[in-house]
Each structure stands twice: as structure tokens, then as C-alpha cells.
């Protein structure tokens, strides 16, 4: 089956639904601040930091024919590794102390989102995944540079918004992938609607994580440590990178 048409008429709502957020209207308005910026980065590090990890995690339910696209998932799961350094060096060029970042709790809406595609390939139909990578592959793509010209206008200069300058361009390629892989996964009518519905539940999510960034902003609510983070790493010198493994 040609399911691609119907996954972009899925993506286009799905996009719709997320830019009625709050964060996005805050944005198109001209009222998002610097210091809400620097929230929604850091929560962006959380959840970049586990995608690689996710996509690979994917393929474990490949079978038969689906096999064919290991090699692409993986590959593309590899060129994933290290946006969550770009998100941190963005606060760091910003002014802001990365270091104790990495070892913190993510919010709770970010937690969410990261914990839904675990959800989806682990008790629904893993083919599912699809909708959640495609939203996040497709959205910088197409909103992007918008998006970067209202954080400029905000005063965010180009040097601090090196993760979106990265997936506005990159995502091109991927989205190149993203054909394909809904060419060899996506083959049934059930394929399709488990792709259409994690879609939306990405989109409503990752709306809830950059809304829960902004509210945090403005609360200052602590959630405390990740104790399976805490020892874990340490931040190079100067806390421009990102953390890095220890044994």
C-alpha cells in the first residue's frame, strides 16, 4: 500500500493541533522571553538524549520483510547521538551553567513523552513508532526557520540556537529516510492508524513538555536529582559539552 499521502495528511493535523499550544502562541506573539527559551532547551536535552536509543530499541520487533529497514534505523539512530550535547551548548553560549543539567529530573510532561514511544513499541504496534519520528523529523522541517526568526527577534542570537539551525537542515535527509521506512513497515490498514494515532499523542505531548518548560519557568518547582544519572558523568572543563560516560 502507498501510505505515505495519508501519514502527511496525518503529520499536517498533527502540526496543527500542536501549534494551538501555548508556548507556540507565545512565540508567534512575540511574548516568549529568553529565559523561557533556556527551559525549553533544557528539556529538549532530555528528551533528545534518549531518542538514539529509542530508535534502535525500535528494531528489536522487526520481522520478516521489516528487517530490511534495520539497517537504516540504525544508522539514522547513530546520526542522532550527541543533539542533546548541541542543546546544552546552546545554554551554556547563553550563560548558564550546564553542569548540574544532565543529572537533573526531567519535568513531568517531558518524562511523558519520553516514555510514550517505549509504551508504543513495547504494547501496541511497534510500526507505530513511525508517527512519533515522523513528527519529530517533519516539525523542524517545516516550522523551523520561523520559529528561529521569532527567537531572534526575542534576542536569541544564532550562536545559542545551534539545535534547531541543526534538525531545520539535517531533517531534510531524514525525512528522505522517513519515505522509505514507511514504504517497507507500513503495509496493513492497522499499520497505518497506529502511525496516525502516535502522531497525535507525539504532538499533544511534546506541546505538554515545551508548555511544562514555560510554566517552569515561571514557578521554579524543583524535582529534585536523577539518581540513575547521579556519579555517572562528568562535564568537561569550561561546561561547554555535554556529559560524558564513566565507569
Not at 3 to 22: D, G, V
Not at 86 to 106: H, K, Q
Amino acid at each position: 500500500m502507498n501510505a505515505l499521502p495519508a501519514i502527511q495528511q496525518q503529520f499536517e493535523s498533527a502540526l496543527t493541533e500542536f501549534s494551538k499550544c501555548r508556548t507556540i502562541q507565545l512565540l508567534r506573539g512575540g511574548d516568549i522571553t529568553v529565559d523561557d527559551y533556556k527551559w525549553v532547551m533544557r528539556q529538549i536535552f532530555h528528551h533528545a538524549r534518549e531518542n538514539p536509543q529509542i530508535q534502535a530499541l525500535a528494531t528489536v520487533y522487526f520481522r520478516g520483510e521489516q528487517r530490511e529497514a534495520v539497517r537504516g534505523f540504525l544508522t539514522h539512530a547513530v546520526s542522532e547521538i550527541g543533539h542533546d550535547k548541541l542543546a546544552l551548548n546552546d545554554l551554556a553560549r547563553l550563560g548558564e551553567d550546564v553542569s548540574s543539567i544532565p543529572t537533573e529530573n526531567a519535568l513531568p510532561a517531558t518524562t511523558a513523552l519520553i516514555g510514550f514511544p517505549f509504551y508504543q513499541i513495547y504494547n501496541l504496534n511497534p510500526v507505530g513508532y513511525l508517527g512519533y519520528l515522523y513528527f519529530l523529523e517533519f516539525t523542524p522541517t517545516s516550522v523551523g526557520g520561523a520559529y528561529m526568526a521569532a527567537l531572534t527577534a526575542k534576542g536569541v542570537p544564532a550562536e545559542a540556537m545551534t539545535f534547531l539551525k541543526d534538525h531545520v537542515t539535517i531533517d531534510v535527509g531524514h525525512n528522505k529516510l522517513m519515505e522509505g521506512y514507511v514504504e517497507k513497515l507500513v503495509n496493513t490498514e492497522a499499520d497505518l492508524e497506529a502511525v496516525g494515532y502516535a502522531m497525535q499523542v507525539t504532538a499533544r505531548l511534546y506541546a505538554n513538555m515545551l508548555d511544562g518548560a514555560i510554566e517552569q519557568a515561571r514557578s521554579g518547582v524543583d524535582f529534585g536529582r536523577n539518581l540513575e544519572e547521579t556519579h555517572r558523568f562528568v562535564v568537561p572543563q569550561g561546561g561547554r559539552g555535554a556529559s560524558e560516560a564513566v565507569a
